[in-house]
């Protein structure tokens, strides 16, 4: 008994690594990459997902992060104007040509960095925000950490080619996650052309360099980048109905294999996947009654859709709901977390989704408190 206990159990070890093995095969040609449903961060087919590599400029995603971040938090505004430094101009590798002491708005750097990955524009955003690059490229790792990366080191924040700067398809894979989170991102990576320097002498054809954004249908970002050591590299995002997939690519031959390749991953997702789409935000899910507030009652309300990932060849699963509603103290403001939803499948938590209040809520008064209370009884 105890012989066949170890067999069993040096089986079980030994299967944990074994490579997980796909019905058909993907990314033939690259190094490594992951396609993940992004609600989720599920991961529907990987390739090398932990392998360390260099990503060139799929490094600008973390970039366009903290800027949004600054943007969001009032920090920074998009009409701010930089001065670009000779640090900054002096980049080499695609950019908008600025030159050294040249002022531009934050979004006009910002649609350089997005559609045509310049530089440049990268490095004179990084210097405003963090007041050099090597402090913003604290800020890249500090967020990385935050984001529990494993395999991901910044040296810079273009991607050019440093000795240590290195990530991995997997942690690519949830930098694209994270960004996607900030809606405007979409505004700036699903433009295929547009202009900088409008109604000067140097107006500037900006042209993206990701062609799913105008061939693949749904294509709507984010990033693709080229340098010797990590050759051709592609993060893509679309979205058809509900679903919305991201793919990473790293390490192709050439800019048309590392294309067909990711293009093939996102249409096995499509073909395979779907998401049900079970409630909606700002759906009401309960009420709470509230005790010397300026309101009795308040509503909570889911504050994103509550969705679920499936086969397409899967049956109708059904579902059940469990509601949590914590303690809650005045006052209480609107968008506030005050409980969870969870979608339960056979007593087991499948996911949950945080309930905000729809609405302020203030003390109020004792003797105020007694007026409402008489008033509400006669």
Partial sequence: MKRFVVFFMIVHIFTLFIPKVYAEEYLKNAKSGILIESSSGKILYEKNKSERVSI?????????????ENIESGKTKWDDIVTASSNASGMGGTQIWLSTGERMSVRDLFKGMSIVSANDATVALAEYIAGSEANFVKLMNEKAKTLNLKNTVFKN?????EEGHFSSAEDLAIIARELLK??????FSSVYEDYIRVNTPNKYWLVNTNKLIRFFNGADGLKTGFTDDALYTMAATAKRDNLRLIVIVLGEADSKTRNNEAMELLNYGFDNYKIDLLKKKGDVIDTINIEKGTKDKINLILDEDLTILTKKSEQSIKYDYKVSIDDVCLPIKKGDVVGKYYLMKNDIE??????ISNDDVFNVGYFKYLLNYFISIF
């Fill in 56 to 68: 060139a400029s799929l490094t600008k995603m973390m970039v366009q992060i903290i800027v949004l």
């Fill in 157 to 161: 924040c273009t991607g050019l080619d």
């Fill in 182 to 187: 900030h809606d405007e991102i979409l505004k």
């Fill in 350 to 355: 499948e996911k949950s989704v945080n309930l």
